[in-house]
């Protein structure tokens, strides 16, 4: 199918089908679809939105990202995973402040920030820019490995490179915004990973893979491994005052520069952070062990709940432990797992009954 006729058919579906209301899609402008590209990463649309919205709300423009508190900027990605995105969020943020609040606008400037790929420059620059530039997100190369029925996984070198020239080639000159969200909308809504639904596709009678019968088994899987498994213990230590210790994890890594709970490879090591800090534990239960899973590996981690008997007269100690009111936990930036097991250990009246 030529790219022309491509485009023409693509065109005429998303004008009557295609979704127009999204928030991103409102009031667009570089800093609006920037965000929303970053969540979308690995990320699905229903749950983005909510994000989103308290996102911009609460950081209406990338001036207002670059000054806040990262920590701030953290409590608000929680829970959408892959932390890594937010710091890199408020680190370009950073350096297009310092650029007087205008975006780059070509690919390899845009592609040199933080957390910004080849994809997610050329979808800022087509939306909100109308240049014509191919994307390739996880949607686009679903539809064109299905179209020209490209084998292989997209995440190696060779198929990515082969689905880039795919894109490039039927990528609209005119109407550039509009034919790159289609083609999300298309891979999104119609071309899915399951049950695609290829009889109202409005490209389907070019679509290689349709033909050959191969629509469920491209694009290519990645090659399978068995994920590690890691075991932790979680510390949740209450002091008389029913704070909760916390500390900032690392800048870098798992949940780098949120605010988490000590962690142990064993029971016994706990030993060592109760003489450092002189805690003298009143009380301790373990509780059900849990599971969490990385892209790369599985946390299994059993939580320890303890209580000191002896006071604490300093709220701070140093930078990365800090007691917190457990009625602060829903300020901080604190990974998903960890505000939950918080929040179900430490509601009110689980507090009031420890008084």
Known sequence: MPPEQFQQKLFIWFDMHGRKDLPWQLDINPYRVWVSEIMLQQTQVVSVIGYFNRFVARFPTVQSLASAELDEVLQHWSGLGYYARARNLHKTAQIVADNAGVFPQTVAELSALPGIGRSTAGAILSIACGQSQPILDGNVKRVLARFHAVHGWPGDNKVAAQLWQISQHYTARERAGDYTQAMMDLGATL????????????????CQARQLGLVKQLPGSKPRKDLPVKQLYFLLLLDQENRILLERR????????????PEFADPQALQGLCLQGNYRIHASQTLPGQRHSFSHYHLDYIPLLAKLENPINNVMEGERAVWYKTAEINTLGLPAPIKRLLQQYFTEDHNDEND
Do not use: F, M
């Open 191 to 206: 071309c899915t990973r399951s049950k695609p639904l290829c009889e109202i596709c409005p490209v389907a009678a070019g």
């Open 250 to 261: 690392p800048p870098t890594g798992i949940w780098g520069g949120l605010w988490s709970l």
